[in-house]
């Protein structure tokens, strides 16, 4: 049986079943196959399956996320790759949607997938379909960055960002931006009818709000229209977060996020990093 | 609860970048870009992102308006259609189809502009017909 169509079964099972104690499940978010092409979708009891897809990844936990919200009891499954896993994570502790009603049905990525995300972690932890590949390589833009001087750092930046086009594509599909007002749209910051944006102001707000909260999806560059390469910015964030506060986003759903603790909980490692 | 996406295309210009509205209960929660459509391949501008904005927008006209006196009044399609065409006409046999011009825009399908095109050089008589971007 290949890995979509054991997917589809399982979905089918827990659509009637309920999860792995019984509990009904309202309802399984994933992706949907029509004549419209391939979107999400909530499967419920007594849908055709035979639509359900797993590709090309959307940020389906938002979608969760939303339905959580919207309907206080409501009980759903999910079918996650990795990083809709650690965005369940990251959601989880800031209280974006509620694990006490969230099934995930885990599946591992591609090789090819894992190759073009640069993915370190492709297969969730709750691994229930497939096998895991080997982790991509290290963004190779990321290795050029650390090779350059501030200026040329400075210069790279001020290039990319000068083809922003402000359609807050990056904030509007992070499944970790769900804050109600937005520091972006806040007029003391970013000045209302300017191209390009403040530099490096707007794009700094956004990598600053995602410090140990991207759990690199890749979405934002993935629908980013001017093809600015979002996650060297948020592979280097992710990287201090680590090297220096000892965390990383997504990995540990008790691992409390640096940004919201005190310092005397979480002290930053004097001398490390770089 | 019906959880939907429908497929459609940007309304804002001419490129044709493709999105889901997704409604939750036949009311409107959000945009989704079309990552499998082949001219926006996941990607929308600031204007795709908020497509559905004006839907339940209490500032959209919902009725043609008919000036009357130095008043705006809610008129019905047949009314207002009925209206166009007679001044059209009457403006025709006054002054001939050149004193007529069509503006279209890239807003509109091309099937839409096809017809524009149809009105203006077959029913009105003229070729006095350009798009927006010239205005």
Redesign the interface.
């Known amino acids: 049986m290949s890995e979509i169509e054991e997917i589809r079964k399982l979905v089918a099972e827990r659509l009637t079943k309920g999860d792995a104690k019984g509990t009904t499940i309202?309802?399984v978010v994933a992706l949907c196959k029509s004549s419209?092409?391939?979107?999400?979708?909530?499967f419920?009891k007594g849908d055709d399956l035979s639509g359900l897809e797993i590709s090309?990844k959307?940020p389906v936990m938002t979608l969760v996320s939303?339905?959580h919200k919207?309907?206080p009891t409501?009980r759903l499954g999910v079918v996650a790759r990795g990083c809709d896993e650690r965005a369940y994570i990251e959601m989880a502790k800031r209280n974006q949607i509620d694990p006490d009603r969230l099934y995930i049905l885990g599946f591992a990525c591609t090789a090819e997938d894992a190759q073009t995300c640069h993915c370190l972690a492709p297969y969730p932890k709750q691994l229930v379909v497939g096998t895991p590949p080997a982790p991509g390589p290290i963004n190779p833009l990321v290795e050029k960055y650390d090779a350059m001087s501030l200026g040329e750092r400075r210069a790279f930046w001020k290039q990319q960002f000068n083809k922003c086009?402000?359609?807050?594509?990056c904030r509007?599909?992070c499944p970790e931006c769900f804050c109600e007002a937005c520091a972006m749209e806040d007029m003391a910051w970013v000045e209302p009818g300017l191209l390009a944006p403040p530099f490096p102001t707007f794009h700094m707000i956004r990598a600053m709000h995602m410090a140990s909260r991207c759990i690199a999806c890749r979405e934002c560059e993935?629908?980013?229209?001017a093809h600015i390469p979002l996650t060297v910015l948020y592979d280097l964030m992710r990287r201090d977060i680590t090297t220096l506060l000892g965390y990383t986003p997504g990995a540990d759903i008790a691992a409390k996020p640096p940004l919201s603790v005190n310092l005397d909980e979480a002290p930053l490692r004097v001398g490390a990093g770089h | 609860m019906e959880y939907k996406n429908t497929l459609t295309t940007c309304i804002y210009c001419g490129a044709g970048c493709s999105m889901y509205i997704e409604t939750i209960d036949g009311q409107i929660t959000g945009v989704w870009p079309s990552k499998t459509h082949t001219i926006s391949q996941g990607r929308l501008c600031i204007k795709g992102w908020n497509v559905t904005e004006f839907v339940n927008s209490p500032d959209r006209l919902k009725t043609p308006l008919i000036r009357k006196g130095d008043q705006f009044v809610e008129a019905s399609w047949d009314e207002a259609l009925t209206l166009i065409a007679d001044k059209l006409n009457a403006i025709k046999q006054e002054s001939g189809p050149d004193s007529i011009g069509l503006l279209t825009s890239a807003k509109c399908t091309n099937e839409e502009n096809y017809l524009m095109n149809k009105l203006s050089r077959a029913v009105i008589g003229t070729n006095n017909i350009d798009h927006c971007a010239r205005l």
């Open positions: 309202d309802g419209d092409g391939i979107a999400p979708y909530v419920q090309p959307y939303k339905l919207m309907f409501i086009i402000k359609c807050y594509g509007n599909i993935n629908t980013c229209p």
